[in-house]
């Protein structure tokens, strides 16, 4: 009980010296705020959930945490790699330093995945949505063929006709990988809709809707922040978001739930959460395969990385 009150504690004091120091201008808060920000969130909420329920995923899953952390940035990184084609957002006073940047963008890019995880599981812990039920639904397995084809089609016309169609790549990693989770025994919300149960559906959505709102929120105060360029929806705006960009959070929380999971079935289908983390515990991957997927990760950050620096990074700073 300890370690979740120096959690929740630690979290808020960085919280409140980050976000004192970063309006005054001081480094490395000034440059670096989003990533102590969201750690601070990160510490707060896992603190809070252990409090609750006697198991959180920094103190009881630790490993599954660290696992989280390098998926994180590829999944990130993915929608970055897309953004190039789409050019929605670009990044203003980023750290001029090309190492430090980098470290900055995978400290970054960590968060995404434990952000989104943990307040689902404070909202599931809290019995959000308990009550929330509807009648079995039935998908032949023809359907999710058409599911993953849709899949492939969003992704494809976000690409080809990324003017009119960006949004569909808030789809297309869903309707793509659900259906492999589904056909393969991973976590699947087509299952889960099988069983009449929406109640995952509806946690995702509001967990991609909170951290969709801090995103926003504590982007907009940063000195190195993203701003946005996204057509027909520039006027009305919520902080740095057209308020329309709003309704792609929610969904994005359901394609991170669904891409974690996906890769959940090349590790025996062990999982983050508090019943999937159990799952075949004495099974590890070889030594071979280990470093075969370390080096790919690492090959794909280089690249991503490099990407970022010369299509959607516009300006720098020297602090």
């Not at 409090?51 to 952390?69: D, G, K």
């Not at 993203?226 to 929610?250: R, T």
């Not at 394609?255 to 983390?277: H, M, P, Q, T």
Request: glycine residues 6%; positive net charge; hydrophobic residues 55%.
């Amino acid at each position: 009980m300890t370690k979740a009150y120096t959690r929740i504690a630690g979290g808020v004091i960085l919280l409140a010296l980050a976000e004192i120091f970063m309006l005054q201008g001081v480094e490395p808060f000034a440059s670096w705020f989003y990533p102590f920000a969201w750690w601070s969130y990160i510490l707060i909420v896992d603190g809070i959930i252990f409090r609750i329920q006697r198991n959180s995923l920094m103190l009881n899953r630790r490993r599954e945490f660290l696992v989280m952390i390098p998926w994180s940035v590829a999944f990130w990184l993915f929608f970055e790699m897309i953004n190039l084609r789409m050019q929605n957002w670009h990044y203003v006073n980023v750290i001029g330093n090309l190492w430090l940047r980098w470290v900055g963008y995978f400290i970054s890019f960590a968060t995404v995945l434990p952000g989104l995880f943990e307040t689902y599981e404070f909202l599931d812990c809290l019995n959000f949505y308990s009550k929330v039920k509807t009648r079995l639904l039935i998908f032949p397995k023809s359907w999710l063929t058409v599911f993953s084809l849709f899949g492939v089609l969003f992704l494809l016309a976000s690409l080809i006709f990324p003017r009119y169609c960006f949004p569909l790549i808030w789809l297309g990693v869903f309707f793509l990988l659900d259906p492999i989770n589904y056909l393969y025994g991973s976590p699947s919300l087509i299952r889960d809709w099988e069983k009449g149960n929406f109640r995952r559906l509806v946690l995702l959505l509001s967990a991609g809707l909170i951290c969709g709102f801090l995103w926003e929120f504590w982007n907009f105060w940063a000195t190195t922040k993203w701003v946005y360029s996204i057509p027909f929806f520039a006027q009305l705006k919520i902080f740095e978001m057209p308020l329309a960009g709003f309704l792609g959070f929610p969904p994005f929380a359901v394609e991170a739930f669904v891409f974690y999971n996906f890769i959940s079935l090349f590790r025996f289908k062990r999982n983050w959460d508090k019943d999937g983390y159990l799952i075949s515990p004495e099974k590890k991957l070889n030594k071979k395969t280990f470093f075969a997927v370390a080096i790919i990760l690492v090959g794909f950050y280089v690249l991503a990385f490099h990407a970022l620096d010369v299509c959607t990074v516009t300006s720098y700073s020297y602090p």
